[in-house]
Nanobody, 125 residues
Framework: EVQLVESGGGFVQAGGSLRLSCAAS????????IGWFRQAPGKEREGVAC????????YYADSVQGRFAISSDNAKNTVYLQMNSLKPEDTAVYYC???????WGLGYVWRYNNWGQGTQVTVSS
């Protein structure tokens, strides 16, 4: 069973930075798609960024392109999300999701069948 544990959320002022970590365990192959998704109160969960653990291919949401960077340390089974130039609209609970096999893009949330518990990110104006 794949387990995902997020960490690194917190409170930051607009323009600041945070780095989220997603530690994965129970992986049974070298090819997983792991992504960061977020959900603000009253809104649907939306994709932020995702990465293939096999070839490093990435996808980003337009709203974070150029500000966020996703990376993977396969030796540690950990995926990071570096978030820079944070805006109040980035405030949400951030979830790490994973699926086995070739990377599915951010629009395929239902393909991600393993989820962490989420970590809160709050950006003040």
């Amino acid at each position: 069973e794949v387990q995902l544990v997020e960490s690194g959320g917190g409170f930051v002022q607009a323009g600041g930075s945070l780095r989220l970590s997603c530690a994965a365990s129970g992986l049974t192959s070298d090819e997983y798609g792991i992504g960061w998704f977020r959900q603000a109160p009253g809104k649907e969960r939306e994709g932020v960024a995702c990465i293939s653990t096999r070839n490093g291919k990435t996808y980003y949401a337009d709203s974070v392109q150029g500000r966020f960077a996703i990376s993977s340390d396969n030796a540690k089974n950990t995926v990071y999300l570096q978030m820079n130039s944070l805006k109040p609209e980035d405030t949400a609970v951030y979830y790490c999701g994973a699926h086995q096999g070739p990377l599915w893009g951010l629009g395929y949330v239902w393909r991600y069948n393993n989820w962490g518990q989420g970590t809160q990110v709050t950006v003040s104006s």
